[in-house]
């Protein structure tokens, strides 16, 4: 399994690999931009150079095939990359995201795993959770979300991806902490129940879901006598001493 820092490098060497050569320009100067950013800035300085081409990589990640045409996945894992390059804290990333596009925001959801933030980014999650756009529910239900949304919060984040179509493939963690839930188990059954009564089709996710929160069934006794059987019915038949059968031969070391 990749560590973060892998799976990051992989990330900017595949981005660097389909974009053109200005797009390639821009990224190194948006990257270097984004390092020096992780300094601290001065108390009621301008934002750094590098938010600025946060909200500008759509335009500037191009493809290096022709037409060479705006990358929108390329602009999303620069976006990825200038946030952790930029080791951004939480009030950064909700700025960001809070002011720019829907594009924006799914890069700071994504981005949430490799920044050291601990719970403080959980509104931004919980945020996304509260749209319907997809794009950002799948976002939003990654591993930062399996870490630190509360039971509560994340069952409902289950029921979203539900509810929206996302597959329950995007939920991070999502076998480990659905495994023998009982209350999950209830909300899953009750959101069938009123989707039948509907006259809608189940997903195929909630059977998956439900198999899942079931309870793991107990050891099963085992059946049948027990080594050393008793008849408690009378006294027992002394059947006389044992008939040695000589002196056992000794075998090879």
């Known amino acids: 399994m990749l560590t973060p820092e892998q799976r990051l490098d992989h990330l900017h060497t595949s981005l660097r690999a389909r974009l053109d050569i200005p797009a390639r320009t821009w990224l190194t100067t948006a990257l270097t931009e984004a390092a020096q950013g992780a300094e601290p800035a001065p108390a009621g300085g301008a934002p750094p150079a590098w938010e600025m081409r946060f909200a500008s990589a759509g335009r500037c990640c191009t493809r290096g095939e022709p037409p060479h045409e705006p990358d929108p996945e390329a602009a999303e894992a620069a976006r990825v990359l200038m946030l952790c390059t930029a080791r951004a804290d939480a009030p950064t990333v909700t700025r960001l995201a809070a002011h720019g596009t829907a594009a924006e925001r799914r890069a700071a959801l994504l981005a949430l795993p490799y920044l050291e933030l601990g719970p403080a980014a959980t509104p931004l999650v919980e945020d996304a959770l509260r749209t319907n756009d997809t794009w950002l529910v799948a976002a939003a239900v990654g591993p930062y979300a399996a870490r630190h949304l509360d039971a509560h919060a994340w069952r409902h984040a289950v029921l979203k991806c539900l509810f929206t179509g996302v597959p329950l ?85």
């Open 169 to 253: 493939s995007a939920v991070a963690e999502f076998a480990p902490r659905a495994r023998g839930d009982a209350e999950l188990a209830r909300m899953l059954r009750d959101y069938a129940r009123e989707r039948t009564a509907a006259g809608r089709d189940l997903p195929d996710d909630l059977h998956r879901a439900l198999a899942l929160t079931e309870p793991t069934p107990a050891h099963p006794t085992p059946v049948g006598p027990s080594p050393t059987h008793h008849n408690p019915t009378g006294p027992q038949t002394p059947t006389g001493p044992q008939t040695p059968t000589g002196p056992q031969t000794p075998t090879d070391p």
